[in-house]
């Protein structure tokens, strides 16, 4: 069996810090082979190539992998100052002047555009998608002395042997996640079937859900709970409320075992019966994440959503009916956007009462997505161009340095109005120091009823 030494190499923190849940899966897979595996946190060790130096040369793998989980902010303020990728190729020069080690990328990030990041950051080798049952492959073919690819692609096999895998908690980054966020990541399922059009997820996961058991999901949380005294999670799928209400299973299943903890998710805004949120409230759902994406309709269908704004607003007066906090992402200069889209818009959004919305300014493009393809087409990029460093969208029909100063004057009037999202990290260091951790953003909503004088 060989020694396999992983690196998380991401550091950005915005909105908060996320556990390396990729690298504890993986993790897990290659430990069920019988592989001694070590985990090394670029974040949680200071961003020191001393100590990562000083690990390597101490544990001696026989194979080193890398797992990327950004190309940059996908911020249009401020992606040029945090671009990952010039970090991953100096952890990858430290790796190569302190073993012979082959050295394996993978995660979200490689897995959008893998041949262009293999060849900048200088590895040997790179796995697209679940990379669990992927790495532990790849490492049995070449100790047997068999060629390789370069670049390994998952399928729906590897997804679901992926997805059904325990991770293999780290107490040390346990402990360092609980105490500079306060939310550890767990995934329900793999893969979207709604196709929109900036999302690579069904590039990448498939476009079809794939789903981890109940009971396993709960046997993680009570593991988690138990053994790591984390009191809150992030359901980490890419829309936790299926149509199939395969989520409600989920609150159904952590009630059964009557399992004490808080939960988040990233929901699509959907109608959502009352009596469903009642439910997963009772289970520990105390705050909610909706991908509302747009403001109006014109620019939800440009995104390709099949919900309206109206259905937004029903989801938000669900959550304020349930008093669970919700924050809405709202994307501006999409397809479609006018300076007529962009006033009603902003009209649209005093519809939401009792909640925080984050506004972004233009999209990231990203191959693989629908918004690369329009963007050839409208002459935005030519065909081929390099995406790595960030590129974004803007309808043709605004102008954006106007767009913005025409939102940020609109958001300013509000407090939990939040543009640009650089503004809400600054309030989230202000809110740390005062000792509040985890997502900050739902501390800005309080269901407290004004005092009636008489």
């Known amino acids: 069996m060989s020694r396999v030494f992983l690196i998380s190499s991401n550091t950005m923190t915005e909105p908060y810090p996320a556990y390396p849940l990729g690298m504890a899966i993986v993790a897990s897979a290659l430990s069920s082979r019988g592989h001694k595996v070590a985990q090394f946190d670029f974040l949680a060790e200071a961003q020191s190539h001393t100590r990562l130096q000083g690990a390597i040369q101490k544990f001696k793998p026989d194979y080193v992998g890398i797992s990327l989980r950004n190309i940059d902010s996908a911020d249009s303020f401020t992606a040029e100052k945090v671009w990952a990728l010039a970090s991953d190729r100096e952890i990858t020069k430290t790796i190569k002047a302190n073993t ?218 669900t959550c304020c009916d349930m008093e669970i906090p919700c924050v809405h992402y709202i994307m501006f200069g999409g397809p479609g956007e006018t300076e007529k889209t962009i006033r009603e818009g902003l009209d649209n959004l005093t519809r939401l009462k009792n909640c925080v919305i984050f506004g972004f300014s233009g999209i990231r493009i990203l191959p693989g997505a629908g918004i690369h393809k329009m963007a050839i087409e409208e002459g935005f990029v030519k065909e081929g161009a390099p995406l790595l460093e960030s590129i974004f969208y803007f309808s043709p029909e605004i102008e954006p340095s106007r767009m913005n100063e025409t939102i940020e004057n609109a958001f300013k009037k509000e407090r939990s109005w939040i543009f640009p999202p650089s503004a809400g990290q600054e309030m989230q260091k202000v809110m740390h120091r005062f000792g509040f951790h985890g997502p900050i953003w739902h501390k800005l909503v309080s269901f407290k009823k004004p005092r009636v004088r008489y």
């Open 100 to 317: 012979g080690a082959p050295v394996v990328l993978g995660g979200p990030a490689f897995s959008i555009m893998p041949e262009e990041i293999l060849g900048y950051v200088g590895a040997d080798y790179g796995i697209v998608g679940a990379g669990g049952v992927q790495f532990s492959d790849l490492i049995d073919r070449l100790n047997q002395g068999q060629e390789a690819p370069p670049i390994s692609r998952g399928n729906d096999v590897s997804h679901s042997n992926d997805v059904s895998l325990r991770p293999l908690w780290n107490k040390k980054l346990t402990k360092y996640y609980t105490k500079h966020n306060g939310v550890v990541g767990l995934q329900t399922k793999r893969g979207c079937p709604h196709n929109c059009v900036y999302c690579t997820y069904p590039y990448l996961d498939g476009d079809s859900y794939i789903r981890k058991e109940p009971g396993l999901v709960a046997d993680d949380i009570e593991q988690l709970t138990k053994d790591h005294q984390i009191t809150s999670i992030f359901f980490t799928d890419s829309v936790f409320n299926d149509a199939e209400d395969g989520y409600l299973t989920i609150a159904e299943e952590i009630l059964r075992r009557d399992i004490k903890v808080e939960w988040t998710a990233f929901f699509r805004p959907d109608r959502i019966e009352g009596r469903d949120m009642e439910l997963m409230k009772r289970s520990g759902l105390y705050a909610v994440e909706a991908g509302t994406d747009a403001a109006h309709d014109v620019t939800l269908a440009g995104l390709n959503k099949s919900f309206s704004f109206d259905d937004v607003v029903h989801f938000n007066g």
